[in-house]
């Protein structure tokens, strides 16, 4: 019988990375609290900043693709924290907050509206994908981060809404993940879409069951509550 996923770890007393220390804390809407020691700035997104020392620069981290970002409406700057001090990130909701390290070359896939931070030195891009569920039920698709860390290691944290399992997958091992299921996956795990018609037994009518199949090798992360995206609706 196949290895089911397994829970990865809701709290870490002591990470170590380029240039930060960081530790993540916390049960129903966890925190992470990282110090920089200034050779190594951290991004991202304004609003999930919690609290940080007063003393710390901030600044502006520019992101590759700005034209297409603009014409999607995704946002060409990050903020940055670029001296050394101590800063906490958290999102607004009860979830998991992940630390993924990413040897130099190696990138990694990460679902919309995970991201909560990353040291400088990963590369940040995105891709729009338009699915079947998504024109079925009149949105417009959804869009995918893509990171991948710069000539050395390289650290992004993410949230996951409930509690996040990995699977890891041997070559042309499948797993079928509910349509907002995943978190993140490998660059060499590979992704369709797997819609099932069901007949439901009422007036004759029928519904549509949607599926992500995830084939390997490779990681994905599976969440165990789902959220409605914006741009899914």
Known sequence: MPTPPALLPTRIDEGHGPGVMYRIQGDLVPVLHVRIDGSMPIYFEHHVILWKDPAMQVGMHKLKGAFKRVIAGMPVFMTELQS?????????????????????????????????????????????????????????????????????????????????????????????????????????????????GLKTGLLGGSGQLVFNRFTGPGRVAIQSAYVHLPSEN
């Open 84 to 196: 050394p001090a101590e800063a906490a990130f958290s999102r607004d909701d009860p979830g998991h907050v992940l630390s993924l390290h990413l040897p130099a070359g190696q990138h990694i896939l990460v679902r919309e509206h995970q991201f909560l931070a990353a040291t400088g030195n990963v590369d940040f891009t995105f891709n729009r994908v338009k699915g079947i569920s998504n024109m079925l039920f009149g949105g417009t698709g959804f869009f995918i981060d893509r990171f991948e860390a710069q000539g050395s290691e390289g650290i992004v944290w993410m949230h996951g809404y409930g509690n996040v399992f990995e699977k890891t997958l041997d070559p042309g091992e499948a797993i079928d993940v509910e349509a907002g299921g995943w978190v993140y996956r490998d660059g060499s795990v590979a992704m369709q879409q797997i819609v099932y």
